[in-house]
């Protein structure tokens, strides 16, 4: 989806698959405008998009780190990127599932942290957004 032309867009709050399509990851960031400063990605059909990755040789959708590494150069304002995704995530040891909230992967953390970016990723996160609660955050 090319954004591109929203000059004044400073907040997006939208779902994975539109942003990035079933496609490849690379190269989202030219469809964001120059201007935006918070983004908020939904993962929330687990069957086709999924933020963590096993079996990659990343653990994580690498359209985040893409993101990351253009910021400086194509997204000057982006201070913020929240990752929303329903996946469950098992504790290693007792293999119980974890309860919902915040998950840092270092690696990614310490790139987005160098791009002057606060990263935020919440995995087991049930309510994708409805346009009620999108409309009513943009007042």
């Not at 709050?13 to 918070?38: A, D």
């Amino acid at each position: 989806m090319d954004l591109s032309e929203f000059k004044s867009l400073r907040s997006l709050h939208i779902y994975h698959v539109f942003l990035c399509g079933l496609h490849g990851p690379y190269g989202v960031w030219k469809g964001l405008p120059h201007s935006l400063e918070v983004l908020e990605i939904f993962y929330d059909d687990t069957y086709y998009t999924q933020f963590l990755h096993e079996n990659d040789d990343s653990p994580h959708d690498p359209f985040v780190l893409d993101l990351i590494n253009h910021k400086r150069a194509h997204l000057p304002y982006l201070h913020t990127v929240t990752i929303r995704s329903s996946e469950k995530v098992d504790d290693a040891e007792t293999g119980e599932e974890l309860p919902v909230g915040l998950w840092t992967l270092p690696s990614l953390t310490r790139e987005a942290e160098s791009a002057a970016i606060k990263l935020n990723v919440e995995l087991g996160y049930r309510d994708g957004p409805t346009l009620r609660r999108l409309m009513s955050s943009s007042h």
